[in-house]
């Protein structure tokens, strides 16, 4: 009897295979993507779409705006959450009940619809988006929101190059109540679908290049698609070179994909006050809180 060879398949290649098949349903809509990254920015009475500045401009591009509120250096609090779209059940009241006690969030995979942009303008109406794509006129991309609006800001993309689409990274600043000092905050949503971890290189090398002309203190957050080995030692060494430490969860309820966690925040010249990691069911990914305040030079 002739035998039937049946090829091994890796856990590796299902799971590109998934994603390939999810991306291409997925966007397979009306997507737009523009050459250039962009920001769409609120100020509280007013919402207006900018090209995205080059980051090496970024203490130059002001906003038009005096702040009127400031971060409270002694006690400040954000949350980082890759939101999926704002697609499930429960997101907004998931969202309304997690923002309670928050300064500063910082959302990926944000979606501006409707419903967002009128919750956003009660409580979090200084807001920046940078837009990665629309899909049947709705902006989706990673945004900066807080009750203080921004000293600065700037966004830069890197296309996946499976689907083109880009993966941005957004970058503001923020005063600190009381220092004279600016919060630097990164944004970051990694390039997912390769295999190799050259791209994530690219996009830390750029990073790297902004927080090394910061003097001051630093919070880098986000989805760092970190679902390998390698991977996850690019993104740890790259921080660790810029002196940024990891935020601890103790539970730690982040979530796993290929077994490793993919989402996190590092931050210097800050100490910890509380994080915490939330469990939720209105996206795939769990949104991590943390209380900071600023460390005595």
């Known amino acids: 009897m002739k035998k039937t060879i049946i090829p091994k398949i890796s856990a590796l290649s299902c799971f590109f295979a998934f994603l390939i098949i999810s991306g291409f349903l997925y966007f397979s ?19 207006v779409q900018y090209l995205a500045e080059s980051c090496d401009q970024l203490e130059i591009v002001k906003e038009k705006d005096v702040p009127d509120r400031s971060l409270g250096s002694g006690d ?14 429960g997101f907004h009241s998931d969202l309304k009940d997690l923002s309670q006690n928050v300064d500063l969030l910082l ?11 009128n919750w956003l303008g009660l409580d979090f109406n200084k807001w920046l988006l940078a837009v990665a794509f629309e899909k049947q006129g709705t902006k989706i991309g990673i945004m900066a929101a807080s009750k203080a609006s921004s000293l600065s800001y700037c966004a830069f993309q890197e296309p996946e190059p499976l689907f083109v689409i880009p993966k941005m990274i957004l970058v503001s600043t923020y005063p600190l109540s009381g220092s004279g000092r600016r919060l630097l905050v990164v944004n970051a949503h990694m390039v997912n679908f390769t295999v190799t971890s ?30 390998n080995s390698d991977r996850e030692s690019v993104v740890n060494g790259a921080m660790e070179r810029l002196k940024l430490q990891p935020v601890a969860f103790n539970p730690d309820n982040r979530s796993m994909f290929m077994n490793r966690t993919v989402d996190g925040i590092f931050y210097r010249e800050l100490e910890v006050i509380g994080s915490y990691s939330h469990k939720v069911e209105s996206s795939d990914h769990n949104p991590l809180e943390v209380h900071f305040r600023l460390a005595k030079r």
């Not at 959302?107 to 942009?117: I, N, R, T, V």
């Not at 050259?198 to 203190?217: F, M, N, S, T, Y």
């Open 29 to 47: 809509g009306c997507v737009v993507i523009q050459d250039q990254a962009y920001v769409v920015r609120s100020s509280g009475n007013q919402v």
């Open 76 to 89: 400040f609090s954000i949350l980082s959450w890759n939101i999926h779209k704002g697609s499930e059940d």
């Open 107 to 117: 959302l990926q995979e944000a979606a501006l619809s409707e419903e967002l942009e």
């Open 198 to 227: 050259e791209v994530v290189r690219k996009q830390l090398a750029e990073v790297a290049e902004i927080i090394k002309k910061h003097d001051g203190p630093v919070i880098v957050a986000g989805d760092f698609n970190t679902w």
